[in-house]
């Protein structure tokens, strides 16, 4: 599988089935919907609904059902980086090569940009999903047990001396949680039996952390151009990150060992298990 090929195409889908969702939205303050559609637009690589999309078709499912689902999820990751960049949290000035959502539409309406995605997310999901548990499994994996919770960690772990104990922590609630969950909502609208499920668990829980030591090792050594965002703020910050913590070298080693375990998780699936293997193996190669 040519991975790259794979994700473009994955994401064009996802892009016109957002465009299409954001399109129907009238009764908004048009500034507001400028200001969500300017973040939603602005890029990224959608990872965390093309797993979705992935893991619903190891186990059987269709994308047409996963949709929504993959919608959500980048909605919420989508509010998380608005809120990452604001001047209370991260303070940075571009994001995917663009000006961050604070820098052109003011902190005011950044804010309110990204609690309008997050509540849109949950509206989506009641709507689009009779599976309960997907919801609540979204739900923890996004706040104060999850996302959250990891972002609260990590500010309080700026300047701080953490163990490599702390610091998993931080990376599993931070990143890890919304993208296990990424996989696992996939699965159990595809109707995913409890063996397959636990496989999938394991295998997101592996890449998440995997994800965001990848992420750590690129605020060090990635290029501006490349990443779209400034590099080197992790240590300005002063971060604990595993570059600072174990060096460049071993940070990439633990990601590399961390990948490998997750594809062995896939060997049930067979050949459907082809993209979240390819995906796996890409989040330690990418640029970005």
């Not at 509540?119 to 979204?138: C, G, K, M």
């Amino acid at each position: 599988m040519n991975i790259e090929t794979h994700l473009q195409a994955c994401k064009l889908e996802v892009d016109r089935a957002m465009e299409n969702y954001f399109s129907g939205q009238a009764d908004w303050p048009p500034r507001l919907k400028e200001a969500i559609v300017y973040s939603l637009k602005a890029g990224g690589k959608r990872i965390r609904p093309i797993l979705a999309i992935a893991a619903c078709e190891a186990c059987g499912g269709c994308r047409e059902n996963v949709m929504p689902v993959a919608l959500a999820l980048e909605m919420i990751h989508t509010f998380s980086l608005i809120h990452d960049d604001l001047p209370a949290m991260d303070n940075d000035d571009l994001r995917r090569g663009l000006p961050t959502n604070h820098k052109v539409f003011g902190e005011g309406l950044a804010v309110l940009a990204g609690d309008g995605l997050l509540a849109e997310a949950f509206y989506l999901l009641s709507q689009s999903t009779s599976n309960l548990e997907v919801l609540r499994d979204i739900a923890l994996a996004t706040g104060s047990a999850g996302m959250v919770g990891g972002q609260v960690l990590d500010l309080e772990g700026e300047g701080a001396t953490l163990t490599s104990i702390d610091l998993e922590k931080i990376h599993r609630y931070k990143t890890g949680r919304l993208i296990t969950v990424s996989v696992t909502s996939g699965a159990k609208i595809a109707g995913a039996k409890p063996s397959e499920l636990e496989a999938l668990k394991a295998y997101g829980e592996r890449i998440g952390l995997a994800f965001q030591i990848a992420d750590d090792v690129l605020n060090v050594e990635g290029s501006r151009e490349e990443m779209g965002k400034s590099i080197g703020s992790d240590q300005d910050n002063q971060k604990a990150t595993y570059p600072s913590l174990l060096g460049l070298e071993d940070s990439k080693t633990k990601a590399r060992e961390l990948v490998e375990a997750a594809i062995l998780f896939l060997k049930p699936f067979g050949a459907k298990s082809e993209a979240l293997s390819a995906i796996a193996s890409y989040i330690v190669l990418r640029k970005n």
